[in-house]
């Protein structure tokens, strides 16, 4: 067919069904458009037919509306209904008079949720009766030029070919029109919202395919929606305080009472539009944030502080949008911060829970994107959204992101406490035993989590709870499960007593070792059973535990877990002196010392050990093979100034012990704590000595009779450094300091001891004297280091510095 033969185009609608709308208070119309190009002699030279649909709104229906008027009336208006179906559009009428609201409710089963917001909804401005023809471009290019109520009808009448997908191709080949629209958006936004809904709309279709986003980027219409965007949110915030106005005049004056109900018609009616505009507006520019540089731009003209303000919006669609956009966003630390600046948490706080399961799944998505962040969990607490994000565990369309939720909430110690305050552990409980062999990740890690609060665990434990989980933990051998009755095992009181009738069990498990992850718990729990009243000397006999314990303390023969949760057990039972005894005869010293040289480096390892001597040392049958027969006190004394503050602590406190009951090994302590404390002053006088007998060896040969040089000799040994000469010029044994003064003004306590220190023994003093003179206070030496005694005492004094020490 050639072009210049095509005179005629003949249309020809052909009415067909009507139906209910499924969700909404409307008639569907479905009818057929053929449309037939003519030739000049008026035959058909190429025809078409498509299936159309119209959807007739009636907002207005109510109870007592008058459907026989009402039927007739949209019959007049809409030619596509024929005069013939009055009845039946009577008859639905009727169906939709009676039906009842589909406003979504809560779903009692798991369905499924949509991850991503629907399509925006056909705003007013684009409800026309007139079909749009993808042939009429140009006629409907021309009414954009036209007056303001034709450029609405043009702009609604290309949004209808743009909606369909088959027609965006063709649209956007037309740079003509592409350009007019986006001209007349920048010039007429602000005058009409219909107008500039539907010109967005048009841009959102073809931001749905990523091949069109360059030529939108291109025309800047990113920038354009934001300015558009913070324009009416400004305008929002005016509205709403002139309502907020009328409001209180209407209840000071009663006369102004039918003002403010008109105004507030209006505010609604405003506000609807508003935010389909709104809506259209963020959905363009979430497509456009496929981008992750577009997305930067966004973010640096305050798109965030944007998507929060319009929080405070009731439109579900609106709100779902909003959400998605700001989840998407959450996933940089930049933007997570701003939110949190903007009291996000606060504003989700009042939509938790809703009746929309679309809006609540996003948000709930959301929360958990923020609860990455320590500071964002505590203002989830602070607002009260704990019990609420509880409460929802009973949905289970949203079950498995809560308790990811809550997993990280209880990740802080501080936190534990307040599920306690909730219905969150006997909801746990009763999931985790209601579940499979293999229940969810997430719900046994919060289970876990709240095992190690005191209060929760009572809690679990409670009635028949820890026989409950102790028989689903041995009947399926889970490891998980065994770790959370682990961590109940390590709080003191009453829940501790309630392991005593497991014992046998554990030791079985411990013994079998069929399952290393699920046996290695069961050794956990085992040292954790620290009661006073317990036998433990029975318990290593009737199980043999002896030879198996030191099966395992041989170098290799366990991974380093095994090894460390077997020397806790080996430091629990030592508290009773029968077990000390019976491990001691058993040359469990000798490994133990033997594995503290291999894990000198695992700090964990070393800590357990130091405390399994610490707990011998209390009994003297063991205190005595630690002391007489094993060189575990040199070991400490190496280990005294460990980088680790545990393990010194617990061997200063070993230490204080052997040299209360040995002599010998106590002055080799003080000597040690002496040495460490003076290490730099010592260093600091040899290299000087050195430096000067260096420069003075050529001037003065080596005589006989004379002392070695101090680089040759123990400082140690030179007690003359020390102590001064009386005046016969013998050596007197007592302390001389700085201004050539003795001194016994100042109480001698042994290094390392405070004033209430558990251990601290009485001391003699010396008796120094000061001859009366003032001394200042304690201070330190020119080199900012203590003075320090030889027999370990601290001398913190100001004094004149000696000549012979003063720099050059």
């Known amino acids: 067919m050639q072009a210049e033969d095509a005179r005629?185009?003949?249309?020809?609608?052909?009415?067909?069904?009507?139906?209910?709308?499924?969700?909404?208070?409307?008639?569907?119309?479905?009818?057929?458009?053929?449309?037939?190009?003519?030739?000049?002699?008026?035959?058909?030279?190429?025809?078409?037919?498509?299936?159309?649909?119209?959807?007739?709104?009636?907002?207005?229906?109510?109870?007592?509306?008058?459907?026989?008027?009402?039927?007739?009336?949209?019959?007049?208006?809409?030619?596509?209904?024929?005069?013939?179906?009055?009845?039946?559009?009577?008859?639905?009428?009727?169906?939709?008079?009676?039906?009842?609201?589909?406003?979504?409710?809560?779903?009692?089963?798991?369905?499924?949720?949509?991850?991503?917001?629907?399509?925006?909804?056909?705003?007013?401005?684009?409800?026309?009766?007139?079909?749009?023809?993808?042939?009429?471009?140009?006629?409907?290019?021309?009414?954009?030029?036209?007056?303001?109520?034709?450029?609405?009808?043009?702009?609604?009448?290309?949004?209808?070919?743009?909606?369909?997908?088959?027609?965006?191709?063709?649209?956007?080949?037309?740079?003509?029109?592409?350009?007019?629209?986006?001209?007349?958006?920048?010039?007429?936004?602000?005058?009409?919202?219909?107008?500039?809904?539907?010109?967005?709309?048009?841009?959102?279709?073809?931001?749905?395919?990523?091949?069109?986003?360059?030529?939108?980027?291109?025309?800047?219409?990113?920038?354009?929606?934001?300015?558009?965007?913070?324009?009416?949110?400004?305008?929002?915030?005016?509205w709403q305080e002139e309502l907020n106005k009328k409001k209180k005049s209407a209840e000071d004056n009663g006369k102004l009472r039918e003002d403010y109900e008109k105004s507030l018609k209006k505010?609604?009616?405003?506000?609807?539009?508003q935010e389909q505009l709104l809506r259209v507006s963020y959905y363009l520019l979430l497509n456009l944030a496929e981008d992750l540089s577009v997305?930067?731009?966004?973010?640096?003209?305050?798109?965030?502080?944007?998507?929060?303000?319009?929080?405070?919006?009731?439109?579900?669609?609106?709100?779902?949008?909003?959400?998605?956009?700001?989840?998407?966003?959450?996933?940089?630390?930049?933007?997570?911060?701003?939110?949190?600046?903007?009291?996000?948490?606060?504003?989700?706080?009042?939509?938790?829970?809703?009746?929309?399961?679309?809006?609540?799944?996003?948000?709930?998505?959301?929360?958990?994107?923020?609860?990455?962040?320590?500071?964002?969990?505590?203002?989830?607490?602070?607002?009260?959204?704990?019990?609420?994000?509880?409460?929802?565990l009973t949905n289970e369309n949203h079950r498995q992101l809560v308790l990811c939720i809550l997993y990280h909430i209880s990740m802080d110690d501080k936190a534990k406490s307040m599920f306690t305050f909730t219905d969150c552990v006997p909801l746990a409980m009763k999931m985790l035993l209601e579940s499979p062999e293999d229940p969810d990740l997430e719900l046994v890690a919060l289970c876990i989590n709240l095992a190690a609060n005191k209060r929760a665990a009572q809690l679990i434990c409670d009635g028949p709870g820890l026989k409950l989980l102790m028989k689903r933990a041995f009947k399926f051998k889970d490891p998980f499960l065994m770790k959370m009755i682990r961590n109940l095992s390590q709080h003191s009181g009453t829940t501790k007593n309630l392991f005593i009738d497991y014992i046998s069990d554990l030791c079985t498990h411990i013994l079998q070792w069929e399952n290393e992850d699920f046996s290695l718990e069961c050794l956990g729990i085992l040292g954790n059973l620290t009661i006073p009243d317990l036998d433990y000397e029975l318990i290593l006999k009737e199980y043999n535990l002896i030879p198996w314990i030191k099966g395992k303390l041989q170098p290799g023969a366990a991974d380093d877990d095994v090894v460390l949760e077997v020397v806790i057990l080996v430091g629990t039972v030592c508290s009773d002196d029968a077990c000390a005894k019976l491990l001691a005869d058993s040359n469990i010293i000798h490994l133990l010392i033997e594995l503290l040289n291999a894990k000198q480096e695992d700090d964990e390892v070393v800590c357990q050990i130091v405390y399994v001597f610490y707990q011998m040392i209390f009994h003297e049958a063991t205190r005595e093979i630690i002391i007489k027969e094993t060189q575990a006190p040199a070991y400490l004394i190496d280990l005294m100034h460990d980088k680790n503050a545990e393990i010194r602590s617990v061997c200063e406190n070993t230490l204080d012990m052997i040299g209360e009951f040995d002599e010998e090994w106590a002055k080799k302590i003080q000597l040690e704590k002496f040495r460490w404390h003076n290490s730099q002053w010592l260093?600091?006088?040899?290299?000087?000595?050195?430096d000067q007998l260096a420069d003075s060896a050529f001037m003065?040969?080596?005589?006989?009779?004379?002392?070695?040089?101090?680089?040759?000799?123990?400082?140690?040994?030179?007690?003359?450094?020390?102590?001064?000469?009386?005046?016969?010029?013998?050596?007197?044994?007592?302390?001389?300091?700085?201004?050539?003064?003795?001194?016994?003004?100042?109480?001698?306590?042994?290094?390392?001891?405070?004033?209430?220190?558990?251990?601290?023994?009485?001391?003699?003093?010396?008796?120094?004297?000061?001859?009366?003179?003032?001394?200042?206070?304690?201070?330190?030496?020119?080199?900012?280091?203590?003075?320090?005694?030889?027999?370990?005492?601290?001398?913190?004094?100001?004094?004149?510095?000696?000549?012979?020490?003063?720099?050059?």
């Open 8 to 238: 005629y185009l003949k249309r020809k609608v052909k009415g067909g069904s009507i139906d209910v709308h499924p969700t909404e208070k409307a008639l569907v119309v479905n009818y057929e458009l053929e449309a037939t190009i003519l030739g000049e002699m008026g035959d058909p030279m190429l025809g078409e037919r498509k299936e159309c649909q119209k959807i007739i709104r009636v907002k207005g229906l109510h109870e007592n509306s008058d459907l026989s008027t009402l039927a007739k009336e949209i019959i007049e208006k809409c030619k596509l209904i024929h005069p013939s179906k009055l009845p039946e559009v009577e008859q639905l009428l009727y169906y939709l008079q009676n039906r009842k609201e589909t406003a979504p409710v809560k779903a009692s089963g798991k369905t499924k949720l949509s991850d991503k917001p629907g399509d925006p909804s056909v705003c007013d401005g684009t409800e026309t009766d007139e079909v749009a023809n993808i042939n009429d471009v140009d006629d409907y290019l021309e009414m954009l030029y036209e007056e303001l109520p034709e450029k609405v009808k043009g702009c609604a009448l290309i949004l209808q070919l743009a909606r369909n997908p088959d027609n965006l191709e063709e649209l956007f080949q037309n740079e003509t029109v592409v350009s007019a629209l986006v001209r007349l958006l920048r010039e007429e936004w602000k005058r009409s919202t219909d107008l500039a809904t539907n010109i967005i709309y048009i841009f959102f279709c073809f931001s749905s395919f990523s091949s069109f986003h360059a030529v939108i980027l291109h025309f800047k219409m990113g920038t354009l929606c934001m300015t558009i965007i913070q324009h009416e949110l400004k305008k929002h915030e005016l």
């Open 295 to 392: 997305e930067l731009k966004m973010r640096n003209k305050g798109i965030v502080r944007m998507l929060v303000n319009t929080l405070d919006r009731n439109n579900f669609e609106l709100l779902i949008l909003v959400v998605s956009f700001l989840k998407k966003l959450s996933i940089f630390i930049e933007n997570k911060k701003e939110m949190v600046e903007m009291n996000i948490v606060e504003k989700l706080t009042r939509l938790i829970p809703c009746d929309h399961e679309d809006l609540l799944n996003i948000i709930i998505r959301l929360l958990l994107n923020l609860s990455f962040d320590p500071d964002i969990r505590n203002k989830i607490i602070k607002f009260g959204l704990l019990p609420k994000l509880v409460n929802l």
């Open 267 to 273: 505010y609604e009616g405003l506000v609807r539009k």
């Open 700 to 808: 003065y040969p080596e005589e006989q009779g004379f002392d070695p040089y101090l680089q040759d000799a123990d400082i140690l040994d030179r007690p003359d450094l020390f102590y001064g000469y009386d005046n016969n010029g013998h050596l007197t044994p007592e302390y001389i300091d700085d201004a050539g003064l003795y001194s016994d003004f100042y109480s001698q306590q042994p290094y390392g001891y405070e004033a209430d220190d558990p251990y601290i023994r009485p001391e003699g003093h010396l008796g120094f004297v000061h001859d009366g003179y003032q001394m200042e206070p304690r201070g330190l030496d020119p080199y900012g280091q203590d003075y320090v005694s030889a027999d370990g005492h601290i001398e913190k004094l100001h004094g004149t510095v000696p000549s012979s020490l003063k720099q050059q």
């Open 683 to 690: 260093e600091m006088v040899e290299s000087r000595q050195v």
